[in-house]
Every structure is written in structure tokens, then in C-alpha cells.
């Protein structure tokens, strides 16, 4: 089984037992605004691309609308049990569902404003080594000063030099902690352990 499938079930299952109104570090999201979220995406992606896309903003809402008056365990079994024979997404679930499902597991694990790393395998970390060589420079592409990630045990990462200023030199943006903790402060999350040389606010984060 893949990443991506395990921690499907690990989200759904916590998502199952926190019940549908518990935090989620999405702001102002409930557990049951993640688990409309997740469904529409594998299930109504051009409603999902709301986010991003004015012009379909209405589709989005009343997609969401719809969602929400279903039953949330109904809801979030649908989602766990994984696209349908006849959905794309079941051929690249890898791919598009890693970080996806990471991320929002952890938004989950850590709603309540605690931290709590978790360890991997090595197969596994460095999958979130690949995610995080490709995303980061998307991620953080907004970011006033150079931005080098240093994951404990993997290469470095240098996420945006766009001035050509070396990695080893004055003015940059250094974060280091586990491949997991980077990965989820690159999209946004505070509740992370990492440790930041340089100011902070030159880092522009995307979310997910």
C-alpha cells in the first residue's frame, strides 16, 4: 500500500473520531469543511478549482453547500473508500494525493495548536524529500530573500534564489528540521518543529 493510501485511511479514520466540528490548522475550517474539501476534489475537480478560479466560485459553493447536508461519517467513508472505477484520479493517486493527504492528516493531528512529529521510513522520507524538491520553489516563489530548506540526513534544498545570491551567503531564509515539519511549513503551517536562521517574514508561503 501506497503513502498516499495509508495515510488516507489514517485521516479518515481520525477524522471519523474527532467528529465533524473539531479544529483543523485550515483556518477556519472544521473537520467537516476538510472532509467536503477532499471529497469535491477527487469527486467535483472542476467545482474544487473554485478555490483558484473566481469564475467558478459558484459552482464550489454550491457544490459545498450540497456536501455539507450529507451525513458526515457517510461523507467521509465515501472519501476514504478512494476514487470510483471510473475516476481518473485512481490512476494517479500517488502523485496527486502525498502531499495532499499528508498535510491535511497532520492539519488534523494537530488542530488542537500541538505539534506532534511523527517518524517514517526511509522510503517514505525520502518520497517527502521529492515532494518537497519539486513544491517548495512554487510554494515560496513569492519570498523577498533566498529560501534554503535543510531537512536532517537529506540534501539541501535551495527553494528560491531568484538574485543568484549563493546559499552560503548573507540575507537568506534558512529552515531545518525533519523533511515531514519542513514540508508542512512550506504550505503554511506554524504548528511545526523547525528552526528558522534569518527573518521569517522574507518567506512567502503558499497553502494547501
Known sequence: MSFSATERERL??????A???????????TTRD?????????????????????????????ASARARQEDYA???????????KWNPVRFVDKQMNTAEHFVHHEDVRRGDGVARPREFSAAVTRALHGILRVLAPRMLKGSAAPVILHPHGLPRIVAVDERGVSGDGENVVRVTGEVGE???????RD?????IDGNPAD???SGL
Not at 467528529?19 to 475550517?29: F, H, I, R
Not at 519542513?182 to 504550505?187: C, E, G, Y
Open 12 to 17: 479518515a479514520a481520525l477524522l471519523l473520531d
Open 19 to 29: 467528529g465533524p466540528d473539531a479544529p483543523t490548522l485550515c483556518e477556519g475550517w
Open 34 to 62: 476538510l472532509a467536503v474539501h477532499l471529497h469535491l476534489r477527487e469527486n467535483r475537480p472542476l467545482a474544487a478549482a473554485g478555490m483558484f478560479v473566481p469564475a467558478l466560485a459558484g459552482q464550489l459553493a454550491l
Open 74 to 84: 457517510t461523507l467521509v467513508r465515501k472519501w476514504a473508500a478512494g476514487p470510483g
Open 182 to 188: 519542513i514540508l508542512l511549513w512550506v504550505f503554511g
Open 191 to 195: 504548528v511545526v518543529e523547525v528552526s
Open 203 to 205: 518567506a512567502h508561503r
